[in-house]
């Protein structure tokens, strides 16, 4: 039998394959990728050879840890404008909902972003999507949301797919049309949830770059009734569904999800327990964001304990916004996950792998260390892999290799 003959293999590494609850941990590892896809993984000592004479090029990586690369899952960073104003006024005593309904918050970027050129909102995502690859991350969720009109929501889709061609990331764009009621429909509202139905879903389909429809369910955006209807007809249309669920208030937002049969309910701080049942039995996975609850100082947590004995799948992400959630720093955000929401450090790092490419519907394409997988890869400079939740430094990752490629 020849010898295998691989691209690329990586030697004298640890692994966490993020395979298992305890992460999948190989010791003394190698993993070799081909054709950009991961084509061996085990212990070294396994190896069926010589490593130079199994690969065209080895990295003696001198004991450093390797993961997955990272998925972000949840992420508003295409928008034009900045809202460090929406900042000084809670901290001046007013509420994120106050300062929303005054016509600051999600408006405020709405109309910053219609100005904006194309190249300008490109300008301003690449950027934060690059802060987020030196955290490890090579595939970013990207949601539209402050265009909300048929056609500047379409130019987000189209501005969020244009990112992979500046940062080594997969791109994976959500038609999130229904963010919240724009100016001009406040006393129609039927109006504007029917253009989102009738017009602006079949226009992303027809774009075809959207895989997924979100809707921000909440007394300052829509309610369950009005969710439910373009929720139920994206769904319809094949998209993945998504939901701002219980963030501010309890709408009953994690059983509307488990109704429709959408994929994941983010961020439910007011999540019942009720809510956590109906999403065990439907399988929708909790997508965690506690860089909006620290950001704007959220008296609630969301049910992580309840949600762990249930058996959800939760997810973690930034939650990158301009308003709730100023963060392109994942550390940041583990390090919250595990100490102002109480997830354990394996949780939170499954969060942002395994978990998180379930939440996108990826799971046999990325998020593990496995045969076939992609080979988005990120090496850590670090002893302890519970490091990138514990420090709050600098980012310790050493390399980045997208699709076999080295990438950094
Ligand atoms: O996920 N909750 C709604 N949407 C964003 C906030 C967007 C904004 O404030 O601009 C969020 O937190
Ligand atoms: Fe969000």
């Known amino acids: 039998m020849p010898e295998p003959r691989w691209d690329r293999l990586w030697t004298d590494v640890h692994l966490a394959t993020m395979t298992d609850p305890s992460l999948g941990i190989v010791r003394n590892a190698a993993i070799?990728?081909?054709?950009?896809?991961?084509?061996?993984?085990?212990?070294?000592?396994d190896l069926p050879g010589p490593p130079d004479h199994l690969a065209a090029e080895v990295i003696h990586c001198a004991g450093a840890w390797l993961t997955p690369g990272f998925i972000d899952c949840h992420t508003h960073i295409v928008f034009g404008g900045d809202r460090t104003a929406d900042f000084r006024r809670r901290l001046h005593g007013e509420s994120y909902a106050e300062i929303a309904r005054a016509g600051?918050?999600?408006?405020?970027?709405?109309r910053a972003t219609r100005a904006a050129s194309n190249e300008e909102l490109t300008a301003g995502a690449a950027a934060r999507a690059t802060e987020l690859s030196a955290w490890g991350v090579t595939t970013i969720e990207v949601k539209s949301g402050y265009g909300l009109d048929l056609d500047n929501e379409i130019r987000m889709l189209e501005v969020a797919a244009g990112l992979a061609r500046h940062v080594p990331?997969?791109?994976?764009?959500?038609?999130l049309a229904a963010h919240t009621i724009p100016a001009g429909y406040t006393r129609r509202?039927?109006?504007?949830?029917?253009?989102?139905?009738?017009?602006?879903?079949p226009a992303a389909l027809k774009q075809g770059h959207a895989t997924a429809i979100d809707v921000f369910c909440e007394?300052?955006?829509?309610?369950?009734?009005e969710s439910r209807a373009i929720l139920e007809a994206g769904i319809e249309a094949g998209l993945h569904g998504r939901l701002h669920a219980d963030q501010l208030t309890d709408q009953g937002g994690g059983a509307l999800a488990a109704?429709?049969?959408?994929?994941s309910a983010d961020h439910l701080e007011y999540l019942s327990e009720g809510g956590v049942h109906a999403m065990a039995e439907a399988e929708v996975y909790a997508v965690l964001l506690p860089g909006a609850a620290y950001t704007l100082g959220a008296d609630r947590r969301p049910p992580v304990d309840t949600l762990r004995r249930a058996g959800v799948t939760m997810a973690l992400a930034t939650d990158a916004n301009p308003g709730s959630s100023p963060i392109t720093n994942v550390g940041m955000i583990?390090?919250?996950?595990?100490?102002?929401?109480?997830?354990?450090?394996?949780?939170?790092?499954?969060?942002?792998?395994?978990?998180?490419a379930r939440v996108l519907g990826q799971e046999r394409d990325r998020g593990t260390l496995e045969p076939g997988l992609r080979a988005d890869l990120a090496l850590w400079r670090v002893d302890d892999l519970a490091e990138l939740c514990y420090r709050m430094g600098a980012s310790p990752l050493e390399s980045l290799v997208k699709d076999g490629l080295p990438a950094t």
């Not at 070799?32 to 000592?45: K, Y």
């Not at 109704?259 to 994929?263: D, E, L, P, Q, S």
């Not at 929401?341 to 395994?354: H, I, K, M, S, Y």
Request: glycine content about 10%.
């Open 334 to 356: 583990l390090n919250l996950g595990c100490i102002l929401f109480g997830l354990t450090p394996e949780e939170a790092l499954a969060g942002f792998t395994a978990a998180a």
């Open 219 to 225: 007394d300052i955006a829509f309610t369950p009734d």
């Open 259 to 263: 109704a429709v049969g959408a994929r």
């Open 169 to 175: 990331a997969d791109i994976s764009p959500t038609l």
């Open 104 to 110: 600051g918050g999600i408006m405020s970027t709405v």
């Open 189 to 201: 509202r039927a109006d504007y949830v029917r253009l989102v139905v009738d017009e602006i879903i």
């Open 32 to 45: 070799a990728a081909s054709d950009g896809r991961i084509a061996w993984v085990g212990p070294a000592a």
